[in-house]
C-alpha cells in the first residue's frame, strides 16, 4: 500500500513538473514571434503573430481584386479553391494581365493614384524595380518563418520580404525526332557552337530570355560570350511565340529550338499527333523562380485576405492546381512536374537576387547578339 501510495505521489510530482514546464516552452515560443514582430515593426513592417489573427480580419473584408498572368482556366481554378477554403471570402476577382503596354499602364496608374480598388499586382520582371515602393510593407518573409503563414520560404523576396512567387519555369531544346536523333541534340548548351549547327540549323528567339537565364549559372561574360557565338551560327531568328516555334519543329520545318519552356513544350507535345516533337533537359538548366511575382499594393482594400490568397497559392492544394492547369507549380514543390524534370540537375536559378536585374542582363545579351530581326 505504501508502495502504491509513493507511485502516485511521483506521479502527481511528473505531472506538476511537466504542468510548470509547458507554460514556459509556450511562452519562449511567443516570445520569439514577438520579438520578430518588434523587429519588423522597427524597419517599417507589418507582421501578425497569430494566423487566426490574419482570417479575422480577412473574414471582416470578405473580398479580393488583383491583376494576375495565370490563364483563365488557372484562375478560376484557384478561385474556386481559396473560396472553397475560405468561404467567408464571396467576392475573388482575378484579372488577367500581360504584355508591356499593359504592365506599363497599370504602373503609370500605380503611380498616379489611380489603381485603387486593386489589392494585389503581379509584378512584371521588365518593370520590378518600379513596383517595389508602391507594395505594402507586410514581413511576409518572417511571418513564414515563423510558422505564421504557410510559404516556403525560398518563394520570397529575402530583401523585400512582400513579394511572393510560387511559381517556376524551366527551359529546354525541343526537336523533331525524324530530323534528328537523340544523340545528336546538343547535350551541352556549347554544343549549339559546332560546325553541323551553323546555317538556320535551329530556332533562337529574338527575345534572349533562355540564353539570358544561363547568367547565374556561367556569369554575365561568359553568357554574352556565347549569347556573340550563337548569333555566328546564323539561326533561324524568330520573335517570341514559344508555342508558334514548337510546333514549326513538330512538323518538321526545323529540327531544333532554344529553348522552350518545358510547360510550352509538353502542352504542345499533347497535341502533336504525329509524335515527332521531343525535348531534352540540357544543363545547366535554365530556371526561374521569380517568374510570376505579386504583391499586396499600399492601396490594398483588402490585405489580409490578399496575404490569405498568397499562403493558397503556396500550398499543396494551390500548387496542385498550378501544375494542373499550366505546369508551372514551383520547382521548390516536391512532386511538381519542374521539380521532377529537374530533379539531380545543375540549375541556373534567376532567382529574387537576379530579378531585379534581368532585364539588364537581358539588354546587354541582345546587344551581344547583334540586335537580331525576325525571319520572314
Known sequence: MRITVLKKMVGSFTLSLFLMSAPTHAVAASATVLQAKQEAEAKGYIFFTAHDEIVAMAKKEGRLKLTSRLGNPTRNALINGFRQKYPFITDVHVEEISGTEAFERF???????????????HIPIDFAKEY???????????????????????????????????????RVVAYNRKLISEDKVPARWEDFLKPEFKGRKFILDIRPLAVTTLVPAWGLERTLDFAQKLAAQQPVWMAASSAKHNTLVATGEYALFLSPNLDNIKSVMAKDRTGNLSYKVVEPVPTRIADHPSGILTTADHPHAGLLWHEFLASPEGQEI??????????????????????????????????TKFQEYVAKVVKAHGYPKADN
Not at 504602373?107 to 499586382?121: F, N, P, T, V
Not at 508602391?134 to 525560398?154: P, T
Not at 521532377?340 to 530579378?355: E, Y
Open 107 to 121: 504602373l503609370l496608374e500605380i503611380q498616379a493614384g489611380r489603381a485603387k480598388g486593386w489589392d494585389i499586382a
Open 132 to 170: 517595389i515602393p508602391y507594395l505594402m510593407k507586410n514581413d511576409i518573409l518572417g511571418m513564414a518563418k515563423h510558422g505564421v503563414l504557410k510559404i516556403d520560404s525560398r518563394m520570397i523576396h529575402p530583401v523585400e520580404r512582400n513579394m511572393v512567387d510560387v511559381t517556376s519555369s524551366a
Open 322 to 355: 498550378l501544375d494542373k492547369h499550366e505546369l508551372r507549380a514551383s520547382v521548390y514543390t516536391p512532386g511538381s512536374v519542374i521539380e521532377q524534370a529537374t530533379r539531380g540537375k545543375k540549375l541556373s536559378v534567376v532567382d529574387w537576387d537576379h530579378f
